[in-house]
């Protein structure tokens, strides 16, 4: 744990030398100013699928009550939202998108300083069923256009995207017939990946995309290269952490991280999941194919979660190359109703939020914090990467610190 605390300071800081000015140039000197960090550079989210209803005010009562504790919690904790964009949910009928509630959504996660990602934008599960009537060249050419009207649409709302989902398996996939297998079967996974891929920064070149998957095997390390030999711009890789069948311990963990690093991209850790009751048995292969009726969380269970929880955290934010971490879900009884969430039914937090926050919100965050200028108007402190605010005279002014090891800040005060 204290290599793992170490590395963190080592990659997630930096030193700051803040100098700062008067507006004729001259030094601030002797002065009181006041340092609170705002935000975090590292993006530590969660998927926000609860949000649809409460943004497009279609909540009243006890169900409006409940979501806005979960969105309180939510907001207490994390800086990054995922939402979803499963085409066959979000396009039931053929030239009717859910886009209005989407972007609704998405304006109020802006509004409240939350970075959004879209999830995602092609995928072979929970794909639009009428695109079966259709031949492999018009569902094709409509998957093409469907990418590039969402991008387009939720461009400055949403800048990061999960292009394709889960493509190690799509092209042999046989659960149920679906439009997406088809064209990937005819294409290739590394085709079918470029054409989505060059649809997507054709809509917003400003845009982030992913290329993720459950699958941490070498058969996702061979497919990015192959991508990345034909030519496909990934700005970051994906890797669903899902953990129901139990911790994959810190081993686990360091060894799927050195598979991808070669590659020298961002990595995301889009889902991760760990669970506070009974795992589930090992021997299942698709987690989808687990279904029990009631699926408790246990207090021995959110105890193991907590410290799995922050150990897990401690892993990825100790890898220079790891960007951002998704917990999927935040209350529990979402996603295959397991007890998977930091926050219980009722929204009471477990102890793993608890942890977490004391990580996130405590030990790598500056809270405000006074300082004396010196002659030259300059103050040092070491801080985590990420958004700040400065404070002299009631006057506030942001300012960033985006360079680990050193950063040198200058500030004019009007």
Not at 350 to 374: Q, R
């Amino acid at each position: 744990m204290h290599n793992l605390d170490t590395r963190i300071r080592e990659y997630r800081t930096t030193t700051a030398t803040l100098t700062i000015n008067k507006e004729d140039g001259s030094p601030l000197a002797g002065q009181k100013v006041t340092v609170a960090q705002k935000n975090h550079g590292f993006l530590f989210g969660s998927n926000g699928f609860f949000l649809l209803p409460l943004a497009n005010n279609e909540l009243t009562g006890k169900e409006r009550e409940q979501a806005e504790k979960v969105t309180a919690r939510f907001l207490d904790l994390m800086n990054y939202v995922t939402l979803p964009f499963y085409w066959g949910r979000f396009e039931p009928v053929q030239g009717q998108p859910d886009t209005e509630r989407l972007l609704n959504t998405a304006k109020w996660c802006r509004e409240h300083h939350l970075l959004v990602k879209g999830h995602p934008l092609c995928w072979h599960t929970l794909t639009a069923d009428w695109l079966l009537s259709m031949t492999n060249e018009e569902i094709l050419q409509t998957q093409i256009g469907r990418i590039k009207r969402e991008v387009t649409n939720f461009a400055g709302l949403i800048e990061i995207w999960d292009v394709v989902n889960e493509a190690v398996i799509m092209p042999i996939f046989d659960k149920y017939n679906n439009g997406i297998t088809r064209i990937c079967k005819e294409l290739g996974r590394i085709k079918t990946i470029k054409t989505m891929f060059e649809a997507a920064r054709q809509a917003n070149p400003q845009s982030i995309l992913l290329l993720n998957d459950f699958d941490t095997s070498p058969a996702f390390d061979i497919l990015i290269e192959g991508c990345l030999e034909a030519g496909v711009e990934i700005d970051a890789i994906g890797i669903q952490s899902h953990m129901h069948q139990g911790y994959w311990g810190v081993e686990k963990t360091e060894r799927i991280l050195e598979r991808f690093e070669r590659f020298n991209l961002p990595i995301h850790f889009t889902e991760t999941t760990l669970v506070s009751g009974e795992l589930m048995p090992p021997e299942i292969e698709d987690l989808n194919d687990y279904q029990v009726q009631e699926w408790r969380s246990t207090p021995e269970g959110e105890e193991r979660q907590a410290q799995e929880c922050v150990l897990h955290y401690k892993t990825l934010m100790a890898h220079p190359l790891v960007t951002g971490i998704t917990w999927w879900d935040l209350p529990d009884g979402e996603w295959l109703n397991a007890p998977g969430g930091l926050l219980r039914k009722d929204s009471s937090p477990k102890p793993a939020y608890e942890e977490l926050l004391k990580l996130v919100k405590g030990e790598w965050w500056m809270k405000p914090t006074d300082f004396h200028t010196d002659q030259e108007g300059k103050i040092n402190f070491q801080g985590f990467l990420g958004d700040y605010e400065l404070t002299w005279a009631g006057k506030k002014i942001p300012f960033k610190l985006a360079e680990k090891d050193e950063t040198s800040v200058k500030i004019k005060i009007s």
